[in-house]
């Protein structure tokens, strides 16, 4: 399956959307759309998972630690590590979920 990520990024106003991009045994890859200054606060996850920066600018919080979200940088989460953001302009990233 191929698919052209950036053509399927759009942002709501004053939201966050996500799209399915690929979910098997394996892997759950979504893409996510924040809208500016949206934030997803304090949570955790029982997948170990990646979050690739598309576009955009924001702060991810993971255990405590400040990464400054913009295009291409990668962040990878243990499973159940707290973690938040804030999309300090509309911003796209891909979460990867390993199972």
């Known amino acids: ?3 052209q990520i950036i053509d399927m990024i759009e942002y709501p106003e004053g939201g966050i959307l ?3 991009v690929l979910k098997n045994d394996e892997v759950d890859v979504t893409l996510f759309c924040m809208a500016s200054g949206k934030e ?9 998972g990646t979050v690739y920066v598309l576009e955009g600018e924001g702060i991810f919080k993971l255990e405590g630690e400040e990464i400054k979200m ?4 990668f962040i990878y989460m243990n499973a159940n ?6 999309a300090k302009e509309n911003t796209a990233f891909l979460l990867t979920l390993f199972k």
């Not at 997803?40 to 170990?48: F, P, R, Y």
């Not at 913009?70 to 940088?73: R, T």
């Open 18 to 20: 996500s799209k399915e």
């Open 1 to 3: 399956m191929n698919r």
């Open 40 to 48: 997803i606060g304090d949570h955790t996850s029982t997948k170990a």
């Open 81 to 86: 590590a707290l973690h938040s953001l804030k």
């Open 70 to 73: 913009k295009p291409g940088v």
